[in-house]
């Protein structure tokens, strides 16, 4: 596929927390399976931010959310197992539960989803999809809105950082 041609897929990446719990999906498909990242997904067409994300963790996590805060936007490329290289806008925000929480796991076609401290999620780094465990710690609690870049890519069998890096 030329580069031209190269689909760029805009996606929500939510940080939710209740309880001092962050809720994580352990991934079914695509090249990030068997990993475990933060909830949210692809925005459809014509959708913004603030309703994608909000349908997203309904979807997933089965609670009502509002949007609290945008973190960052981070402009990433990740190749897959086979080399194929795909291309994301990550709009990451912290969601607001605005409804009743429930912290049960809950099965998905996506993935698992459970609840994790902040000491289990660093106990969790190597099973982490590794742009999500930098988002988790560097971008969590950021006060300002960042531009970044990252790259992601199979390494010795395991997906790997090669870059994140803040470019604004």
Request: with cysteine.
């Amino acid at each position: 596929m030329s580069a031209d041609s190269m689909r760029v897929y805009l996606v929500a990446v939510c940080i939710v927390e209740h309880n001092g719990k962050i809720a994580l999906i352990k991934f079914k498909r695509n090249y990030m399976a068997g990993l475990w990242g933060l909830p949210g997904g692809k925005l459809d067409h014509g959708e913004h931010l603030s309703e994608g994300a909000t349908r997203e963790i309904r979807e997933e996590l089965g609670i009502e959310t509002e949007l609290d805060k945008t973190l960052a936007t981070i402009d990433e490329k990740a190749m897959d197992k086979e080399g194929k290289e795909h291309r994301f806008v990550l709009l990451v925000c912290r969601m607001r539960p605005v409804s009743n929480v429930s912290t049960k796991t809950r099965d998905l076609p996506e993935g698992t989803i459970e609840w994790f401290s902040l000491d289990k999620i660093e106990e969790l780094k190597p099973k982490m999809v590794p742009s999500d465990y930098r988002i988790l710690k560097e971008l969590g609690d950021a006060q300002k809105h960042g531009l970044y870049r990252s790259k992601q890519e199979f390494k010795d069998g395991q997906l790997q950082l090669s870059y994140f890096k803040r470019v604004d």
